[in-house]
């Protein structure tokens, strides 16, 4: 059995334990009643406890592999922790560094650790071109956008801070709001033919 199968399994095994006192007997204010819980509810405590559970758990599982390198791999999307990995080239059908990918920008993929304070995503001034960097909690939500909708094409610089432990601010840097520590990033930058995909990456 493979490490990070090991982990998942015993992440949920942790999840499940966790909603034992939900499990639990009467309260010393009803001591005397029973209150068993019936297998029907028991499975439904468990379901519930796995679909809380298993999006974390995968969410580490990919951050576990996709930064168990030394350096970035503009191939594969993986990266330390803290840094981005920057495509080298469009994505093919059978790449799944995210589950669709498009067919028409580079990605640029990062894994943030906001535990040691905020992490500064900068840009520069990026004429007409589209680009967008969608930041994602452990579920997988949007927490927010860096790009050419939401905070325009000139060169910016954003501080992403966990509200947990804000860390020494950042000068002229706009804040984003994290309330997990764990942040994934996934950026997104348009291109055309392979010229036009050489001046992006010079980006």
């Not at 000068?171 to 992006?200: C, F, H, M, N």
């Amino acid at each position: 059995m493979s490490r990070a199968r090991r982990a998942l399994l015993s992440g949920l095994g942790a999840v499940l334990v966790a909603a034992g006192p939900t499990l639990g007997s009467a309260t010393p204010a009803a001591a005397g009643a029973t209150s068993a819980v019936s297998a029907t509810e028991a499975s439904a405590l468990g379901q519930q406890a796995y679909l809380y559970g298993f999006p974390l758990l995968e969410f580490l599982r990919v951050q576990d592999t996709e930064t168990s390198v030394r350096c970035p791999d503009s191939n594969t999307g993986d990266a330390p922790v803290n840094s981005f990995a920057n495509a080298a080239r469009f994505a093919r059908p059978r790449d799944r560094i995210v589950v669709a990918p498009n067919v028409d920008t580079l990605y640029s993929i990062a894994h943030l650790d906001l535990g040691r304070g905020p992490v500064v995503l900068s840009h520069p001034a990026m004429g007409h071109r589209y680009f967008v960097f969608e930041l994602l909690d452990p579920y997988t939500n949007v927490i927010g956008y860096v790009g050419t909708r939401t905070t325009g094409s000139a060169a910016g610089r954003f501080a992403i801070t966990w509200t947990g432990h804000r860390g020494a601010q950042v000068p002229g840097a706009r804040v984003i709001d994290s309330d997990y520590r764990r942040v994934w990033v996934i950026g997104r930058t348009l291109a055309g033919g392979a010229a036009d995909q050489r001046r992006t990456q010079a980006l």
